[in-house]
């Protein structure tokens, strides 16, 4: 019997967060190739689905994509090939972009397109929001999104139910969006314990090995108690001094 197969794109029209990106390593590692390596019974490796991931971005990038980091990665397609196209994934996953970044029609129209299919989740992470909002895919429906940037999204896109201020990750329908960052890690396990393409024991070894997916839904702190930290830091930094390297003394 063939083993099934799961189809995911990571969308990269422009240069993202490696953090936001990062997260799609643990659907990998619940993949029947990367368990295989894993010393581990061989009836948990056999219910694990093989995975395929595709890097896409625009055909004028000529396939390289900068990260933050000052990494560099070479996109497997662009918008325009036929592997990639809607109908062809089972999930697209949007890492955050620069909040100031924009994007031309065929970028948006194509995501657009795979949020139309119902076969087709968008998995949007940290800034990926606003690359979604500008698509159309936030009107009307419940979202996450940074919890610092709330405004500015709400401000973009004034359709949208925005949540992120108390939800780390929230689903509407094939919509999926988490919080900043590492939330993405998050995002990516509560999707993945829907069971919808990974069943859950496969799932459950992944997250465990990965040492993520623990942390709850709604976010420990209030956003009040977050902006005040996030104000005490700043204020803090006002009066540190920089320690010169011990090397330019």
């Not at 992944?206 to 976010?219: C, E, H, S, T």
């Amino acid at each position: 019997m063939s083993k099934s197969q799961v189809n995911i794109g990571v969308f990269v029209p422009g240069g993202v967060q490696l953090l936001d990106l990062a997260c799609v390593d643990i659907f990998f590692m619940m993949s029947h190739e990367y368990l295989s390596a894993i010393p581990i019974p061989k009836h948990i490796i056999d219910l694990a689905p093989s995975v395929k991931i595709a890097y896409i971005t625009t055909p004028e990038s000529k396939s390289m994509v900068s990260l933050t980091a000052d990494l560099n990665i070479r996109a497997t397609h662009d918008i325009t090939d036929p592997e990639v196209q809607p109908g062809r994934l089972d999930i697209i996953l949007v890492p955050g972009p620069d909040p100031s970044a924009t994007w031309e029609r065929p970028v948006l129209d194509f995501l657009a397109a795979h949020s139309k299919c119902e076969t087709t989740d968008v998995l949007s992470v940290c800034t990926g929001i606003l690359l979604c909002g500008a698509a159309g895919l936030l009107d009307g429906r419940e979202a996450s999104g940074p919890r610092g940037l709330q405004d500015m999204i709400k401000k973009r896109h004034p359709k949208v139910k925005l949540v992120g201020e108390k939800y780390r990750w929230v689903q509407d329908g094939n919509l999926w969006s988490s919080g900043g960052i590492t939330n993405g890690n998050d995002l990516v396990a509560a999707y993945a314990r829907t069971g919808k393409h990974f069943p859950s024991a496969v799932a459950e070894i992944a997250l465990k090995m990965a040492d993520v997916g623990d942390r709850g839904q709604f976010y420990s702190e209030s956003q009040t108690t977050f902006t005040l930290g996030m104000v005490w830091i700043i204020m803090r930094g006002w009066f540190t001094k920089r320690t010169p390297s011990p090397r330019l003394q």
